[in-house]
């Protein structure tokens, strides 16, 4: 009976240890400060919030609202354009880079941290062969 008694407490502590470090706030799970993942993390929120209906989940291009376009939305993961660009075309809109007018500008849409995070994210996701 006690070796059962003894089995069972084995049996229910064993769980709880493993999942220890998790409940560490310095953790890489919960990051106490601010980091380049945290930056990725958010960008992609705000890409799921602002860019998705046109660029598409994977941001490929294939958004569900992508067929309305001719240029079709750019392909984000083989994009060749440096961060700049990309700052100055999702702040202005594609009309003022002489581009499609249906890339709207995002300039008055976006805080600063919410454009760095955007770009941030799409750094993160680059891939010129297009290979994920
Ligand atoms: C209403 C549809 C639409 C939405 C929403 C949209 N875009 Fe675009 N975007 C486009 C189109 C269309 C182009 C292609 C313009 C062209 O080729 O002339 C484009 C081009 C771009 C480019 C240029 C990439 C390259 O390689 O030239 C970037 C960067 C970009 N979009 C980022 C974004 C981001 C970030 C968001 C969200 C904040 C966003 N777009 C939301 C339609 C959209």
Not at 85 to 111: C, D, H, V
């Amino acid at each position: 009976m006690r070796l059962l008694a003894m089995i069972g407490v084995a049996l229910v502590s064993a769980p709880l240890l493993a999942a220890e470090p998790r409940q560490s706030v310095s953790g890489p799970e919960y990051p106490a400060k601010d980091t380049p993942e945290a930056a990725i993390e958010r960008g992609g929120i705000v890409f799921d919030h602002y860019c998705i209906l046109c660029h598409g989940a994977k941001a490929d291009g294939m958004g569900r609202a992508a067929k309305l376009y001719t240029p079709r939305p750019a392909n984000l993961i083989t994009s060749d354009k440096n961060v700049q660009y990309k700052e100055l075309i999702i702040k202005q809109g594609g009309k003022a880079l002489g581009r499609s007018e249906f890339m709207p500008p995002w300039g008055n849409e976006l805080t600063a941290e919410q454009l760095s995070d955007l770009l941030a994210f799409l750094e993160s996701i680059k891939s010129p062969a297009g290979k994920l």
